[in-house]
């Protein structure tokens, strides 16, 4: 493997089980690894008590061994590493995918999911998808809500 890996962001929500499905396929079909990232606040939760923050570290896991279980399941075989972020949601996806933990290279790509509530907010990029899209060295996929057959357009941007 000569690239990093896929690179995606978890938070629990829907719209994140959705992008990590994604990422799973996209990295199986580039026969890339997958680094699953969850960001929490562990300084504040520091501040609060040793208890919170024991608390909050094992919530995070267990929602990253869900996401490892989830992906064995789609993509069989598909080499996954996990990370705990402890700064902001979208530093800590930049910073993963700019150097990923035990990976020769920086992400091929980075994964988010859309905050896709519906109606005309559906229609609206997140802020942690708008300042990766906006910041990260790498290519960036903003999936958003389930699969539906292909219109057969496909929206392509380029800042160059």
């Known amino acids: 493997m000569s690239e990093g890996p896929v690179v995606v962001g978890t938070d629990g929500s829907s719209g994140a089980a959705h992008a990590l499905l994604w990422a799973s396929r996209e990295a199986a079909l580039r026969h890339q690894p ?3 990232v ?3 606040d562990l300084d504040l939760a520091e501040r609060l008590s040793a208890d919170t923050s024991r608390l909050v570290l094992e919530v995070a896991q267990s929602l990253l061994a869900k996401a490892v279980a989830t992906t064995a399941c789609k ?3 598909l080499p996954v590493t996990t990370e705990v972020g402890r700064e902001p949601v979208a530093d800590s996806l930049l910073r993963a995918a ?4 035990h990976a020769a290279h920086a992400a091929v790509m980075l994964v988010v999911g859309s905050r896709g509530m519906g109606g005309f ?3 609206l990029l997140g802020s942690v998808g ?4 906006a910041q990260a060295t790498c290519p960036v996929a903003v999936v958003r ?3 539906r057959p292909s219109s057969g357009v496909v929206v392509v941007g380029d800042t160059g």
């Open 34 to 36: 997958l680094h699953i």
């Open 38 to 40: 969850h960001a929490v």
């Open 75 to 77: 993509a069989p075989g």
């Open 98 to 101: 700019a150097t990923v933990p």
């Open 121 to 123: 907010s559906a229609l």
């Open 130 to 133: 708008l300042t990766v899209a």
């Open 145 to 147: 809500g389930t699969e």
